[in-house]
């Protein structure tokens, strides 16, 4: 953040700010390819796979992955494990023959009990569903599929093997830095030409081709995007980050597991380590137990509004002292209030 606010008045002493240089000077160019570098050693990204800076978000994916990846009248299959796969389905189904292979909102249904298609392009999962809290463990598909991740909610979080997918998305928001742009590991030989009729912004080739240039950027989200990622490598890259969450969110579940008040609808495998979910038995008690929260510094906490309850997440930014602040505060209110 003190960077930031450094390179808002005056970029490396150029006396320009970090937001008023052109996408297209050295400077921002320069901006731009360590930021994709850096992402490529924490990911270990191959030569194989394009990086991309995109806008629209990790919803524009759910029509930019069809659109590249199948052409009408082919099937395409999807994992659905919650909301962000249901809006993933839903825009697929305007777009080509969606095959859903399993559906479960509190769990991820075993591999091997999946109704698989014989001919589908590609098989769409969401790593990690960000409002029910619903997360995969693994990744034991194996068969030859195009694997395709919305890991907007997780990437970074956790050790991913890059060479099992054909493509991955995020949106930045969550463990990259601001909104507003959204990153595309795809393998080069899924980027076809673009098409008769499908527009040109859609398809992964002109962006790359154009260095996720083919239209001004959101420079400034990609700068920060940068600094992040500079950031997670100094304190131990994606490995230390998968520690951490795991370290976070076994704190919350431990009291979640011991307590008679709060409790979780997602089964014990598939709890996320980002994002930690739960309810209180008496439902009369949720308002007060914001309240209190909020008078202990304890803010952002409140359960999606369609599902309720809270939520508490853990992304890259959030610290072990934030985390015992909670876990204090949860056991108090337990003991005294509830
Ligand atoms: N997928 C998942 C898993 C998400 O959590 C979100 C946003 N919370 C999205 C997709 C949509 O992202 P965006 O708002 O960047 O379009």
């Not at 052109?22 to 990204?45: C, G, K, T, Y």
């Not at 839903?90 to 859903?100: C, D, I, K, M």
């Not at 409790?263 to 930690?276: C, G, I, L, W, Y």
């Amino acid at each position: 953040m003190l960077e930031v606010q450094r390179d808002l008045l005056d970029y490396q002493g150029s006396g320009t700010s970090v937001v008023e240089i052109s996408h297209r000077s050295p400077a921002f160019m320069d901006i731009a390819q360590r930021a994709e570098a850096s992402l490529r050693r924490l990911l270990n990204v191959s030569e194989d796979y394009l990086v991309l800076f995109l806008q629209g978000g990790a919803t524009l994916q759910f029509a930019m992955v069809p659109l590249n990846l199948s052409v009408q009248g082919e099937t395409v299959e999807y994992l659905d494990t919650g909301l962000w796969s249901q809006k993933a389905i839903s825009e697929a189904s305007y777009l080509r023959n969606v095959h859903v292979v399993a559906s479960s909102t509190d769990s991820v249904p075993d591999a091997s009990t999946w109704d698989r298609s014989s001919n589908s392009q590609y098989l769409h999962i969401t790593s990690n569903e960000t409002i029910s809290g619903v997360q995969i463990p693994d990744y034991p598909l194996d068969d030859g599929v195009t694997l395709v991740a919305d890991m907007t909610s997780d990437i970074l979080t956790r050790h991913l093997d890059i060479d099992k997918f054909g493509l991955v998305y995020a949106g930045t928001q969550k463990n990259m830095g601001p909104s507003g742009v959204s990153i595309v590991i795809v393998r080069k030989d899924l980027c076809r030409e673009p098409r008769q009729g499908e527009p040109l912004y859609l398809n992964y080739r002109i962006h790359a081709e154009n260095d996720s240039m083919y239209n001004t950027p959101n420079t400034f989200a990609w700068y920060v995007s940068g600094l992040v990622f500079d950031w997670l490598l100094y304190e131990g890259g994606v490995a230390e980050m998968q520690r951490r969450c795991e370290e976070k969110s076994r704190k919350i579940y431990r009291v979640i597991n011991d307590s008679s008040l709060y409790f979780s609808t997602v089964e014990p495998a598939f709890r996320s380590k980002v994002n930690v979910t739960f309810s209180i038995r008496d439902e009369s008690l949720t308002d007060k137990f914001l309240t209190k929260a909020a008078e202990a510094n304890i803010v952002n906490i409140k359960g999606h509004r369609k599902v309720g309850g809270f939520r508490v997440s853990l992304y890259n930014g959030v610290t072990i002292e934030a985390v015992d602040a909670l876990v204090d505060f949860m056991e108090t209110f337990e003991r005294e209030i509830a």
